[in-house]
């Protein structure tokens, strides 16, 4: 197998095992507010304050845990080093935090953009699905199917290009870019 190839299926397979951390801490904040509120949450105030909760509450706890896993020694999420991955910089060496950060703030932006169309669409009920969603909407669809893409042809993420990073075995040296 050519290591384009080996590294797509390396970074689907440590991205589904870091998605179960995700469904457990979900998980644990759903039980956490069921256990608050005995049951019977309210609803927020509007769609924008449930997007801002979802942000702080999903989005940036775990970009920051992509962020300080893949800026730390081991250079690798949990499912990054289970699959034997690593994040560095282009030119080697660590990602500093601040680069890692933005790398996952990109990597991660289209699913933001999916909360706020679930969050608008929700607080619109029955009306029709408001003209402007259909911007976050696209983004949300394409944004990740473009990772995708992008990362079957060329072993690369634009996420990565634009942060001058790299994901390699770990112990190996990445093909060039």
Request: proline share 6%; with cysteine.
């Amino acid at each position: 197998m050519n290591d384009n190839r080996k590294i797509f299926f390396s970074r689907l397979i440590a991205f589904m095992i870091d998605w179960l951390f995700l469904a457990v801490w979900a998980g644990l904040l759903f039980g956490i507010v069921m256990l608050i509120t005995k049951g019977n949450p309210s609803q927020p105030a509007n769609p924008w304050v449930g997007q801002l909760i979802g942000l702080v509450t999903m989005t940036f706890p775990f970009t920051l845990y992509f962020a300080l896993c893949e800026s730390s020694r081991w250079q690798a999420s949990i499912g990054k080093r289970v699959v034997r991955l690593h994040v560095s910089r282009r030119s080697g060496g660590r990602l500093s935090l601040s680069r890692a950060f933005l790398r996952n703030a990109i990597k991660f932006l289209p699913w933001e953009f999916g909360h706020t169309v679930a969050q608008q669409a929700f607080a619109a009920g029955d009306e029709p699905f408001p003209l402007w969603l259909w911007g976050p909407f696209i983004i949300a669809m394409v944004g990740p199917l473009w990772w995708i893409v992008s990362l079957a042809l060329t072993g690369h993420t634009p996420y990565d290009r634009w942060t001058s990073a790299r994901v390699s075995h770990s112990g190996k040296q990445s093909h060039g870019e």
